[in-house]
């Protein structure tokens, strides 16, 4: 069910010991590092409240010390209270959560502070005029030096306990992390793709292969979150890469269009303008470029979609220099390729003292970072050079270290600032998702994981395994809909790379019996389920235990240099390939009618030029030309099997 071959020798007994406790040192450096400015800004606070004469100046320090507490310090006379100070202090409070998860949901690191100074300078505002009420201030300002002294005492025990060593330069990796590995060879056969299945992947095909500046059927709730724009065009990339692998190697044609029109889709600039806001409101400055710094959940992602369709397809058109520049509507231009992309976040993750990058400017998430880990792994195979091997094990102390709770499950995220973890937002998910992905760059820390997070995700019901359905939030991250459909989804992709088959049935049992697959004119959907809750599902249905590791570590090479045969075009949606694989010499296919079906022509590629070829099933016979190309006619009445094999050579 799972493979303990990646589980090294010293690490398998680690599995669930006490050793994950407090934050680590990275994070407790910088917690103590907080309640120093913390401590200071009450010292501050009770100073001035204690020996400002103006009534003004004490509601300030007081609210400096406390938020929106100086409306209530100084408000009139005794015998005559007013209601207005305590609205003032209630709307502080009301606004404060609201600024922080403001904070969280978009980045706005100005928010909170904002909304503290705010108060301040308004409690100072409405005590100009007034008295403080008796001795009030003196008490209030003797009460406040404890606190600033336990916050400087709190602060200064985790400074000393923090150690710096995992600032160092990164280790070299274990020979287990790396991915320089020969090549396996993949004898499995992909099968043949079911009407099930096949509707799954229409749904994701019809909204890639529109007209590059139409998003019918994409969902537009929100430009920062999960329900961006952006995680609609990458996660289906992820999906049709392997399915692409997985299932349709010797298809190009429309499976290769449609991630093509969905990286190029990323390029524009509706998808990533919201960095301009975020960069300004939660970094200072007014950059638009959302390439150059935190923001792994716009670079990493992108690079990790190219990565996995050069990898499936051998198209490696996006790493010729420039490929993947940007355009602003300034006429700015921000140029990128896969390489560029790889090498921007790889010195990121260098630079940072957690290790991981940025999403919203503070905010650091496991799951992006492992997503951006495994376009770093794929550059690596695909191009050679040490990029992910020089930093592999640095990132695994780190998240070890940094990102673990105590119960050994990955935080759902960490601000860089604070040093302080959120918490579980998303539920499961968050922290099923990284095991996914870090499959293919630390297959053993994924697997040690996921290990961990099982129990959790199984009940019995007589006598066999169900998905314990309440372990998932009731809301659809992908677009914010009240199913658990993505969590599901999630778990069952995760439970498939992990090879743990009892997991993944039960998650795709579950969403069977509370979800139905509803089909129409042969494209499938899940009601209300978000577009990467497809993708994942998708990837759950079509793959294998270790699927995603085995794309990015084997690549395909480029199309140019060891061609096999294949289909290089098929008119989409009229005819449908169901089947296409190339092995003991044989090019095999199975097609069936689409939209009208009919007289159809495929497009042959990677063929030896110049030879000759013939079609088993009815003899016809096929001439590659010199460019090794050849056309097929078929006349395509329901299910139709191609099997191509070579006669001779002219």
Same mark, same amino acid.
């Given at each position: 069910?799972?493979?303990?071959?990646?589980?090294?020798?010293?690490?398998?007994?680690?599995?669930?010991?006490?050793?994950?406790?407090?934050?680590?040192?990275?994070?407790?450096?910088?917690?103590?590092? /907080?309640?120093?400015?913390?401590?200071?800004?009450? %010292?501050?606070?009770?100073?001035?409240?204690?020996?400002?004469?103006? $009534?003004? +100046?004490?509601?300030?320090?007081?609210?400096?010390?406390?938020?929106?507490?100086?409306?209530?310090?100084?408000?009139?006379?005794?015998?005559?209270?007013?209601?207005?100070?305590?609205?003032?202090?209630?709307?502080?409070?009301?606004?404060?959560?609201?600024?922080?998860?403001? #904070?969280?949901?978009?980045?706005?690191?100005?928010?909170?502070?904002?909304?503290?100074?705010?108060?301040?300078?308004?409690?100072?505002?409405?005590?100009?005029?007034?008295?403080?009420?008796?001795?009030?201030?003196?008490?209030?300002?003797?009460?406040?030096?404890?606190?600033?002294?336990?916050?400087?005492?709190?602060?200064?025990?985790?400074?000393?306990?923090?150690?710096?060593?995992?600032?160092?330069?990164? $280790?070299?990796?274990?020979?287990?992390?790396?991915?320089?590995?020969?090549?396996?060879?993949? $004898?499995?056969?992909?099968?043949? =793709?079911?009407?099930?299945?096949?509707?799954?992947?229409?749904?994701?095909?019809?909204?890639?292969?529109?007209?590059?500046?139409?998003?019918?059927?994409?969902?537009?709730?929100?430009?920062?979150?999960?329900?961006?724009?952006?995680? *609609?065009?990458?996660?289906?990339?992820?999906?049709?890469?392997? !399915?692409?692998?997985?299932?349709?190697?010797?298809? *190009? %044609?429309?499976?290769?269009?449609?991630?093509?029109?969905?990286?190029?889709?990323?390029?524009?600039?509706?998808? #990533?303008?919201?960095?301009?806001?975020?960069?300004?409101?939660?970094?200072?400055?007014?950059?638009?470029?959302?390439?150059? !710094?935190?923001?792994?959940?716009?670079?990493?992602?992108?690079?990790?979609?190219?990565?996995?369709?050069?990898?499936?397809?051998?198209?490696?058109?996006?790493?010729?220099?420039?490929?993947?520049? +940007?355009?602003?509507?300034?006429?700015?231009?921000?140029?990128?390729?896969?390489?560029?992309?790889?090498?921007?976040?790889?010195?990121?993750?260098?630079?940072?003292?957690?290790?991981?990058?940025?999403?919203?400017?503070?905010?650091?998430?496991?799951?992006?970072?492992?997503?951006?880990?495994?376009?770093?792994?794929?550059?690596?195979?695909?191009?050679?050079?040490?990029?992910?091997?020089?930093?592999?094990?640095?990132?695994?102390? =780190?998240?070890?270290?940094?990102?673990?709770?105590?119960?050994?499950?990955?935080?759902?995220?960490?601000?860089?600032?604070?040093?302080?973890?959120?918490?579980?937002? &998303?539920?499961? +998910?968050?922290?099923?998702?990284?095991?996914?992905?870090?499959?293919?760059?630390?297959?053993?820390?994924?697997?040690?994981? #996921?290990?961990?997070?099982?129990?959790?995700?199984?009940?019995?019901?007589?006598?066999?395994?169900?998905?314990?359905?309440?372990?998932?939030?009731?809301?659809?991250?992908?677009?914010? @809909? =009240?199913?658990?459909?993505?969590?599901?989804?999630?778990?069952?992709?995760?439970?498939?790379?992990?090879?743990?088959?009892? !997991?993944?049935?039960?998650?795709?049992?579950?969403?069977?019996?509370?979800?139905?697959?509803?089909?129409?004119?042969?494209?499938?959907?899940?009601?209300?389920? /978000?577009?990467?809750?497809?993708?994942?599902?998708?990837?759950?249905?079509? &793959?294998?235990?270790?699927?995603?590791?085995?794309?990015?570590?084997?690549?395909?090479?480029?199309?140019?240099?060891?061609?096999?045969?294949?289909?290089?075009?098929?008119?989409?949606?009229?005819?449908?390939?169901?089947?296409?694989? #190339?092995?003991?010499?044989?090019?095999?296919?199975?097609? !069936?009618?689409?939209?009208?079906?009919?007289?159809?022509?495929?497009?042959?590629? &990677?063929?030896?030029?110049?030879?000759?070829?013939?079609?088993?099933?009815?003899?016809?016979?096929?001439?590659?030309?010199?460019? &090794?190309?050849?056309?097929?006619?078929?006349?395509?009445?329901? @299910?139709?099997?191609?099997?191509?094999?070579?006669?001779?050579?002219?």
């Amino acid at each position: 069910m799972t493979e303990p071959s990646l589980l090294p020798a010293a690490k398998r007994g680690s599995v669930g010991r006490s050793r994950f406790g407090p934050p680590g040192p990275v994070a407790q450096r910088q917690v103590g590092r /907080s309640l120093l400015g913390l401590a200071a800004l009450v %010292a501050i606070g009770a100073a001035l409240t204690l020996v400002a004469e103006p $009534a003004p +100046l004490r509601a300030l320090g007081f609210s400096l010390a406390l938020p929106g507490s100086g409306f209530v310090l100084c408000h009139g006379s005794a015998g005559a209270p007013e209601v207005a100070p305590w609205l003032g202090f209630a709307a502080t409070w009301l606004m404060l959560p609201g600024a922080v998860f403001l #904070w969280f949901a978009t980045g706005n690191a100005a928010a909170p502070p904002a909304v503290w100074l705010l108060a301040a300078l308004g409690s100072a505002v409405h005590a100009a005029g007034r008295g403080c009420l008796g001795s009030a201030p003196e008490v209030a300002g003797f009460a406040l030096l404890p606190l600033a002294g336990l916050l400087a005492g709190a602060g200064l025990v985790l400074l000393r306990r923090s150690s710096p060593s995992l600032d160092a330069a990164p $280790a070299r990796p274990a020979p287990e992390t790396s991915i320089a590995t020969p090549p396996t060879p993949r $004898a499995e056969d992909p099968g043949e =793709l079911g009407p099930q299945d096949l509707a799954r992947l229409r749904f994701l095909l019809d909204r890639a292969l529109q007209p590059l500046d139409a998003f019918e059927g994409f969902e537009r709730l929100d430009p920062f979150q999960s329900g961006a724009l952006r995680y *609609q065009l990458q996660f289906p990339g992820f999906a049709l890469a392997m !399915v692409q692998r997985s299932k349709l190697p010797a298809l *190009q %044609a429309y499976l290769t269009q449609a991630q093509v029109n969905l990286v190029e889709k990323t390029r524009r600039h509706e998808v #990533w303008r919201y960095w301009a806001l975020e960069n300004l409101w939660g970094r200072g400055r007014l950059d638009p470029d959302p390439l150059a !710094v935190d923001n792994v959940m716009y670079s990493g992602f992108c690079a990790a979609q190219i990565a996995l369709f050069q990898a499936a397809s051998g198209d490696y058109r996006f790493s010729r220099p420039g490929a993947f520049t +940007l355009h602003h509507p300034s006429g700015r231009c921000f140029e990128a390729d896969f390489s560029s992309l790889v090498a921007g976040i790889s010195e990121q993750h260098r630079r940072s003292r957690f290790g991981l990058v940025a999403c919203e400017p503070n905010w650091l998430f496991p799951v992006c970072n492992s997503i951006s880990y495994l376009a770093i792994a794929a550059h690596e195979a695909q191009f050679g050079g040490t990029s992910w091997q020089d930093m592999a094990e640095r990132q695994r102390a =780190l998240l070890e270290t940094e990102f673990t709770d105590r119960h050994g499950r990955f935080v759902t995220c960490r601000s860089s600032r604070t040093g302080l973890a959120m918490p579980p937002i &998303g539920g499961a +998910l968050t922290r099923l998702l990284p095991c996914f992905f870090l499959d293919a760059a630390l297959p053993d820390l994924a697997q040690a994981h #996921w290990q961990r997070l099982r129990p959790a995700l199984l009940t019995s019901v007589e006598g066999s395994s169900r998905a314990k359905v309440r372990a998932f939030w009731p809301i659809d991250v992908g677009n914010y @809909r =009240l199913t658990r459909i993505a969590g599901l989804a999630g778990a069952a992709a995760a439970a498939t790379e992990m090879g743990d088959r009892e !997991v993944a049935s039960a998650m795709i049992e579950a969403l069977d019996r509370l979800h139905p697959l509803v089909t129409t004119g042969g494209i499938g959907h899940r009601p209300n389920a /978000s577009i990467w809750a497809h993708a994942f599902e998708l990837i759950a249905q079509s &793959g294998r235990a270790g699927s995603l590791r085995d794309l990015v570590r084997h690549p395909s090479p480029p199309l140019g240099e060891a061609p096999t045969p294949h289909v290089s075009d098929c008119p989409y949606p009229q005819a449908l390939v169901t089947r296409a694989v #190339w092995r003991d010499g044989r090019l095999e296919l199975v097609l !069936v009618p689409g939209s009208g079906g009919g007289r159809i022509t495929l497009g042959l590629a &990677g063929l030896k030029p110049n030879s000759r070829y013939r079609r088993i099933e009815d003899g016809a016979p096929v001439a590659s030309g010199r460019d &090794g190309t050849a056309a097929l006619s078929l006349d395509l009445r329901g @299910r139709t099997v191609v099997t191509m094999i070579e006669t001779e050579t002219n």
